[in-house]
């Protein structure tokens, strides 16, 4: 594939820069398709000689795509990604090729201000603070308040000799999967007891539970799942505090339903987002399928694929959203699209277990977009931060400070 006619490549260049305002949204959807499209691959190559021109475009001071790319192409090699003709709207075959150097500097650069009413400046907030506890995520067999030993066994699944132990698995993608199925294959012990199962994630880590039924779980960072080791009777029951993402095994007869401080989700076979963190408003959302949300006597609510509910001290509010901040945290993204900096920020000191000082809280609202992969350094996210060019993040005493420029 050789790009010989300028005009070609003076269109190709004007959709790239094109793809940061709203009349050209990307979807990780699409990047992510593009990125496993060999030929896309290869047309960036050979626009190389344009990148310049591209991150002028877009933003003058992005980190160096050049080393970005790099990074990028060896873990594609490395996760074996087969290749698959895309088609983005009418744009086709040259418009994926756009998209595709698009892609890459959206990858290492897709932040930008979209503007916002700034609160009233009442001196700094501080948005995270972080863990001090050692970082491990554990298993926990039995009833949380027993004794160890005496009803209660707890197993390091960050220890390779322990995780051994309950058949934990590694997954394509290199993560860590406890899966029932592949443990009861291997011949480990699945109890035939009713046991309460509790695993608990630190900040900067994250994990995936597979049960016996099929049901799939990725649990994110600060979490805390309790099931038991075996489902019986008519309903599917775990509770959640924290977030996971629930890809849920179909079967009517038995409902999951997902259990949290504030709110209860019911459903029959769906993938959902749960999100319940100590302090923050709880919130569902749903990818496909069908679940019902109810909280004590606040009148229940039936979501469709594509909205989403939070609920407030009025009740619920449900409205349609976009699924991609979801989909893509559970493939190792941090993603925000059109949210307030404080949410960022302390999704930032979830991940890297670090402190977040925002020093003015006129900051905390400005609404930006955000995408970045979470097994990157937190220097680079930081560098990511300082290119909207609005304020200044910098690591001062251990800790993640927001500043005034």
């Not at 597979?210 to 049901?215: E, I, L, N, R, S």
């Not at 979801?326 to 993204?333: A, E, I």
Request: aromatic residues 8%; hydrophobic residues 40%; glycine residues 8%.
């Amino acid at each position: 594939m050789n790009f010989t006619d300028e005009n070609q490549i003076d269109d190709m260049l004007d959709r790239i820069a094109r793809l940061g305002s709203d009349d050209a949204a990307l979807s990780d959807a699409d990047i992510e398709a593009l990125l496993d499209n060999p030929d896309a691959i290869e047309a960036f190559r050979q626009l190389g000689a344009l990148q310049s021109g591209t991150r002028q475009a877009l933003q003058p001071d992005v980190p160096d795509v050049d080393a970005e790319w790099q990074r990028l192409q060896q873990r594609l090699e490395g996760d074996g990604h087969r290749a698959r003709t895309v088609a983005i709207g009418g744009w086709h075959k040259w418009a994926a090729i756009a998209a595709c150097a698009a892609a890459i500097v959206a990858v290492v650069a897709l932040v930008w201000p979209t503007g916002s009413a700034p609160t009233e400046a009442t001196g700094s907030y501080v948005a995270f603070v972080k863990q001090t506890a050692p970082q491990d995520i554990v298993l926990t067999i039995g009833k949380p308040d027993a004794p160890l030993g005496q009803g209660r066994d707890e197993i390091n699944l960050s220890d390779r000799q322990q995780q051994q132990k309950t058949g934990t698995t590694l997954s394509e993608a290199g993560r860590l999967v406890l899966d029932y199925n592949h443990a009861a294959q291997q011949g480990h012990r699945i109890s035939v007891e009713q046991e309460q199962n509790t695993v608990t994630i630190p900040q900067g880590k994250e994990f995936q539970i597979v049960f016996a039924d099929g049901t799939r779980v990725w649990l994110h960072a600060e979490s805390r799942l309790v099931y038991p080791s075996r489902f019986t009777g008519s309903e599917r029951r775990v509770y959640l505090e924290g977030e996971a993402y629930f890809d849920v095994a179909k079967d009517p007869a038995h409902p999951f339903v997902i259990f949290t401080d504030q709110l209860e989700a019911r459903v029959l076979g769906t993938e959902l987002n749960v999100s319940c963190y100590p302090g923050q408003e709880s919130h569902v959302a749903l990818i496909t399928g069908r679940v019902q949300v109810s909280s004590g006597e606040t009148e229940p609510v039936t979501l469709r694929p594509g909205q989403g509910t939070t609920l407030t001290d009025a009740g619920f509010e449900t409205a349609e959203e976009n699924m991609d901040p979801y989909l893509n945290w559970r493939k190792g993204y941090i993603y925000f699209d059109e949210a307030p900096l404080v949410e960022v920020v302390t999704e930032l000191g979830r991940w890297y277990n670090i402190d977040v000082i925002i020093e003015n809280r006129e900051l905390m609202e400005r609404h930006v977009r955000f995408f970045f992969p979470r097994n990157e350094p937190i220097d680079r996210a930081i560098e990511l931060l300082n290119t909207f060019h609005e304020f200044h993040a910098v690591i001062q005493d251990g800790r993640l400070v927001i500043k005034d420029l």
